[in-house]
């Protein structure tokens, strides 16, 4: 926890940077560009596949009604009748899963801390299969690195190291609190990580890609620091 703590501290300051860099004027936005990338390449050292974020306890959960909901979209964004999640790039058996598919796979659950860049925290648990299981089954080709997630939400999409994806913390959650993920935060399949910022976290999947190449998202394209993690 105090190891948490004490890391976000540190990189707070380099995360208003890169927020910084969104109203941009010239010579202070390649000093910032420079920053940026600095900031990426240090989080990508200082992250440890083996540091696990704290489970809390039920007595530390939100009341759901007071956990905020974002979506992107003007309206509730509803899945479609024939939802199916699609994972392919670069694998050996691309597959496209049902929700059944993802229920008989082995699950986990996990109560922890979200983290929005806008302030806010909030406590739920998260229920769902690894991804890194789900890369398992797959097979990723050695040349992987990074990982896109897209949605139904007007385009919401984020992409992802390949170290961060594959944490033990990171799911691809269809379960909150003990009921089924509602429409509000993603039904019926979304991304939780206890180790990445909340506009990470894409809801509403629709397709999980393995890549050699680097890829932005919806809102690391207009500023938000890349790596994103907590
Ligand atoms: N598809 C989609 N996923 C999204 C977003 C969004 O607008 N659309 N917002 C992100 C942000 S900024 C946060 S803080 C969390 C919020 O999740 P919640 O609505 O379940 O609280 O979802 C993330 N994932
Ligand atoms: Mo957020």
């Not at 927020?19 to 010579?27: F, K, N």
């Not at 990426?40 to 959960?61: D, H, I, K």
């Not at 797959?138 to 170290?163: K, N, T």
């Amino acid at each position: 926890m105090t190891k948490l703590v004490s890391r976000r501290k540190f990189l707070t300051g380099a995360t208003a940077l890169s927020l910084l860099a969104g109203c941009e004027s010239r010579p202070a936005g390649a000093f910032l560009n420079l920053m940026r990338g600095w900031n990426e390449r240090v989080e990508g050292l200082l992250f440890s596949p083996n540091r696990v974020a704290p489970e809390l306890p039920e007595s530390a959960a939100t009341d759901e009604e007071d956990f905020p909901v974002y979506f992107i979209s003007t309206a509730m964004p509803q899945a479609p009748a024939n939802w199916s999640l699609k994972v392919g790039g670069l694998v050996d058996h691309p597959m496209v899963l049902t929700l059944d598919e993802l229920h008989a796979m082995p699950s986990t659950e996990m109560r922890v801390r979200h983290h929005c860049v806008e302030g806010w925290s909030a406590v739920a648990a998260w229920r769902g299969v690894r991804l890194s299981e789900v890369a398992r089954r797959v097979g990723i080709d050695p040349r992987v690195r990074y990982v896109e997630f897209r949605s139904f939400d007007a385009g919401y999409w984020s992409g992802w190291d390949l170290a961060s994806a594959m944490h033990p913390q990171t799911l691809l959650a269809y379960g909150m609190n003990d009921h089924p993920l509602t429409a509000e935060h993603g039904a019926p399949l979304r991304l939780y990580s206890a180790v990445k910022l909340g506009y990470k976290n894409v809801k509403y999947l629709t397709e999980v890609n393995f890549l050699p190449n680097k890829v932005g998202g919806y809102w690391e394209d207009q500023g938000y620091e890349w790596f994103g993690g907590v």
